[in-house]
């Protein structure tokens, strides 16, 4: 059964900075792995969608890798803003699941 | 249409009501998922469709819930008896393929009281 862990749960930074958000799946047999944000009382909006053959995925000041044998995926989001404050999920799309299978996310705040 | 549409936004119900949460996804889409989010927690899936057939409904937490999608556009998710524990966000999902990424809508939250 596939399970998806998101380290940190939360994450608190200050302006500016560049920072790191990770995500591990236990089985590397997966289509694709897709990176989305949350706001507070809404919907998932997809930041980034990697396909198991790609290692990497870009837009704008987010870069998203992948290395599906060792079962990881970093996002990385340069020059944070305040308004880059949400939550964080990362999911996987495995053949026998048929289904996109999530982490519990992170929750990240920026600070003015 | 544009993107994936889930109605009503907000619902609020009395304990012992039924409920229905209606889905339309993006045109085209064969496959719809839906999916119930806690507070603080990731997405769990409940179901999938390919076509007008649930091809996984291993998700479903019970038989008081159910989903249809009869012409394989939108998809309705019907809760009987609804109890407080069903209080959640429902997610909504359409997809174009295994290839292609998800879409999701807005979602509707459910509270039962």
């Known amino acids: 059964k596939q399970e998806v862990t998101q380290i940190p749960a939360a994450l608190s930074v200050p302006e500016g900075e560049n920072l790191v958000l990770n995500c591990s799946f236990t089985d590397s047999a997966i289509y694709n792995l897709q990176w989305f944000r949350q706001d507070p009382g809404k919907g998932l909006t997809s930041l980034l969608l990697i396909q198991s053959s790609q290692r990497e995925q870009t837009s704008g000041r987010l870069n998203a890798s992948l290395d599906k044998s060792s079962g990881r995926s970093t996002l990385y989001i340069a020059a944070s803003q305040p308004g880059d404050s949400a939550t964080y999920l990362c999911a996987v799309y495995s053949p026998g699941a048929q289904k996109l299978v999530f982490g519990q996310g992170t929750r990240l705040t920026i600070n003015p | 249409g544009a993107g994936v549409s889930q109605t009503p936004s907000n619902k609020v119900t009395e304990k012992g009501k039924y409920v229905e949460l209606r889905c339309d996804p993006i045109s085209g889409h064969t496959a719809l998922y839906w999916y119930r989010q806690s507070l603080g927690q990731g997405p769990e899936f409940l179901i999938y469709?390919?076509?007008?057939?649930?091809?996984?409904d291993s998700g479903l937490p019970n038989d008081r819930f159910f989903a249809v999608r009869p012409e394989g556009s939108v998809s309705t998710l019907k809760i009987q008896r609804t109890e407080r524990g069903d209080s959640a966000v429902y997610l909504c999902?359409?997809?174009?393929?295994?290839?292609?990424?998800?879409?999701f809508g807005s979602g509707t939250r459910l509270t039962v009281v």
């Open positions: 999902a359409s997809s174009s393929g295994q290839g292609g990424g998800y879409t």
């Open positions: 469709f390919q076509g007008t057939g649930a091809a996984d």
